[in-house]
């Protein structure tokens, strides 16, 4: 896809094999640099995607970081540039996919005031994340309109593209159940426009900060993914284990154990799992050889990363330049689509 991702708009189409192309949308909120969490939980599935010739597009969700952050806005102009880095470094490829900003993109804007006539003030009240964000993020005043919209927001980012498929966390899935609905009674209301985009919930489990408690940078339990060889040893070789192995001749149960997800997650080889599971279940292995060879496995996983990022900081106008083709792409499959939204509506042309 590219310069005809206008024609193609609205239509699923066949590739080559005959398997169905989806167009694919996603987006995050650029609140700093990727950790392996979102490497693997959500970046990976989007490579995934993309590499089984979707139509994908990916977006930096500035305006939504505002809806929480709109009182500390110093980071968010470098911190947009620092997320299409890490998108490129996780190899999301701008050749295949678009990537662009939100907030370059207008008719995201127009859609969510034109959709906002549709959504109920008790509805976006019911959303769970809304209230719980409220209740967490009591020190900042996000008692606002734009917080309050921030589903409805999100609901006109895909919906202006028509995307089938939304690879996203669970999290999110209420604002997915909340886009179908508007693009529901939007379709009856006026004109069928939009299709109902489905939720592709990313199957990776779910992984633990290093201190085995919820992976969070405020904790600084996360390992980013441009972390230093050096620096990887220095939160693995700490993790925390199955407190039953106190002593190295104490045996232990993986499944209880940090480390053992963090093997799973980055596929550590099955030969060794198997040692692995065995030399910790008789003790027979101990916890510093098994973090020996989770470094490997992560070390394998992200090599590609870091080269990745070596070659955009030496080359860093790639991202501007990643960002300018992506907007253009990105806004005339937007632009096409109002044109439609605009004319169910019945605007004056
Ligand atoms: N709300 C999403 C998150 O916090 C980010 C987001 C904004 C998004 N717009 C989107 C995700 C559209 C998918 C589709 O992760
Ligand atoms: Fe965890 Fe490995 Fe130690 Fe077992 S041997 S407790 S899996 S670190």
Request: hydrophobic residues 35%; proline residues 3%.
């Amino acid at each position: 896809m590219t310069e005809n991702a206008g024609v193609n708009y609205g239509i699923i189409f066949k590739s080559l094999e005959g398997v169905e192309r989806l167009r694919i949308l996603s987006g995050m909120r650029p609140t700093g640099k990727l950790h392996i969490g979102n490497l693997l939980g959500a970046l990976d599935s989007w490579v995934k995607l993309q590499d089984e010739g979707n139509e994908d597009f990916f977006f930096v969700a500035d305006w939504h970081m505002l809806t929480t952050g709109y009182e500390d806005i110093s980071n968010l102009s470098n911190d947009t540039k620092i997320l299409v880095r890490e998108f490129l470094a996780t190899g999301v490829d701008p050749m295949k996919s678009v990537i662009f900003v939100q907030s370059h993109i207008k008719e995201h804007a127009e859609l969510y005031l034109l959709l906002s006539m549709l959504v109920s003030l008790g509805r976006l009240e019911r959303v769970p994340t809304y209230k719980e964000q409220l209740r967490e993020l009591k020190e900042r005043n996000i008692s606002t309109l734009g917080f309050l919209g921030y589903p409805a927001l999100q609901a006109a980012d895909i919906l202006v593209y028509n995307a089938e498929g939304v690879p996203v966390g669970e999290d999110q899935a209420f604002h997915l159940e909340l886009t179908r609905e508007i693009a529901r009674k939007f379709n009856i209301l006026y004109k069928r426009t939009f299709k109902e985009p489905k939720t592709l919930l990313s199957k990776v489990p779910k992984l633990l900060g290093t201190d085995g408690r919820k992976m969070s940078k405020s904790y600084g339990n996360t390992i980013s993914i441009d972390t230093s060889e050096k620096e990887l040893k220095k939160m693995v070789m700490p993790m925390m284990t199955d407190p039953a192995r106190k002593r190295r001749t104490d045996s232990g149960t993986p499944e209880k154990c940090n480390v053992w997800t963090y093997h799973l997650a980055f596929e550590t080889g099955k030969e060794n799992l198997k040692e692995i599971h065995e030399g910790c279940m008789k003790a027979s292995i101990g916890c510093v050889d098994c973090k020996k060879i989770l470094l490997e496995s992560m070390k394998k996983r992200l090599e590609p990363v870091w080269e990745r990022i070596e070659y955009i900081d030496k080359h860093p106008e790639i991202v501007n330049d990643v960002i300018r083709d992506g907007d253009k792409r990105a806004e005339s499959v937007a632009c096409e689509t109002m044109e439609k939204v605009r004319d169910a509506m019945n605007l004056l042309h």
